[in-house]
């Protein structure tokens, strides 16, 4: 009898993958989070590179009690949760074997180890502070021991000029597929993730003769000509791209995969040739932020408030900059 058990036991690859998502989608296996079953497979080969026995056992208690009992508590284990729980437990590894390399155990870490620690390596090493607020939480260490975090920089935005000229290139173009043009045009208007576009299903769209509209949020937008146009295509050839690795698939991006959805990266890449997401999504923030409530514009597009607010208040900062200096000119003159 075919089962997932018996899959995983196979050497892992695509080809695997791939055969296990036919049978999923043709009901010949029972779904599963591939995600969080990626992550389970990964960890247990990941714990074999801790050189002391008893700091294996400290990220064994890691990943179960903090990792994967957090993916059994979604309804999908995200990309991204993926990777950040990959890297989390990565760099505690390394943590814990340099610590095993001075004789040290983990109740025995001070601040001077730390510093020392991040000051000889990358600063991702600052990503360390996710494992060390969950050691601090269960009595593994003192906690008055802090690690610098790890901060990114600060990452560019197009300004509102080129945002409207991209707008207007998308809304037009024929040299993107109706679903790049579709995603395109949820990122430049309303700010999307790419790893929330990648989730939508059917069930968010309603194409109507009059209007189409999609639900980000809580709340139904309504998309006026011509960004109605990618999504009318995409509603008039419903069974397009439906193969046998998709017979009934509702994602609106459908994957490679059986029965996935498109990954996050991949349509990343497919868009980079006409503008970089992330760039694009922080220059539509902040344009919004401008224009409406921040309470409105995190309920309308399925932001948390708090997200919202730091763009805004960032908006308000750079306006206020402006003002400034525009003063600073007159009185100057």
């Known amino acids: 009898m075919i089962t997932h058990a018996r899959l995983d036991e196979l050497p892992a690859s695509r080809t695997r993958e791939y055969v296990r998502g036919l049978l999923v989608e043709h009901n010949a296996l029972p779904r599963r989070d591939e995600l969080s079953a990626r992550f389970g ?70 601040q001077a180890h730390l510093d020392r620690w991040q000051a000889e390596g990358p600063t991702t090493r600052g990503i360390a502070s996710r494992f060390l607020d969950w050691a601090t939480r269960t009595s593994l260490i003192d906690p008055s021991v802090k690690l610098q975090p790890h901060r990114r920089g600060t990452s560019p935005r197009l300004d509102a000029t080129a945002q409207t000229e991209l707008v207007a290139t998308v809304s037009h173009t024929t040299d993107m597929n109706p679903r790049d ?63 046998a690795a998709h017979p009934n698939s509702n994602w609106v991006f459908r994957g490679g995969s059986p029965g996935q959805h498109i990954q996050a990266s991949t349509l990343t890449q497919r868009l980079s040739t006409a503008f970089g997401s992330r760039a694009a999504r922080l220059g539509t923030l902040h344009e919004l932020t401008k224009l409406a409530p921040v309470a409105i ?23 206020a900059e402006y003002i400034a200096s525009t003063a600073t000119v007159k009185s100057g003159a």
Do not use: C
């Open 41 to 110: 497979e990964w960890s247990d080969q990941a714990l074999e590179r801790i050189t002391s026995q008893k700091k294996r056992d400290i990220i064994r208690r890691y990943i179960r009690w903090h990792h994967q009992r957090r993916m059994n508590q979604m309804g999908e284990v995200t990309q991204g949760t993926f990777l950040r729980a990959k890297q989390s437990v990565t760099v505690a590894i390394e943590l814990l074997n340099w610590l095993t390399e001075r004789d040290t155990e983990l109740a025995e870490l001070t």
């Open 181 to 243: 043009r579709a995603a395109a045009i949820l990122i430049l208007v309303f700010g999307q993730q790419v790893t929330n576009i990648v989730r939508l299903t059917w069930d968010n769209v309603t194409v109507t003769e009059d209007l189409v509209s999609i639900t980000l949020g809580t709340v139904e937008i309504a998309l006026t000509s011509p960004l109605d146009e990618p999504w009318r295509e995409l509603a008039a050839t419903p069974t397009h791209h439906q193969t």
């Open 297 to 319: 514009i995190a309920e309308a597009l399925g932001y948390s408030p708090a997200t919202i607010e730091r763009h805004a208040i960032d908006s308000s900062a750079n306006y």
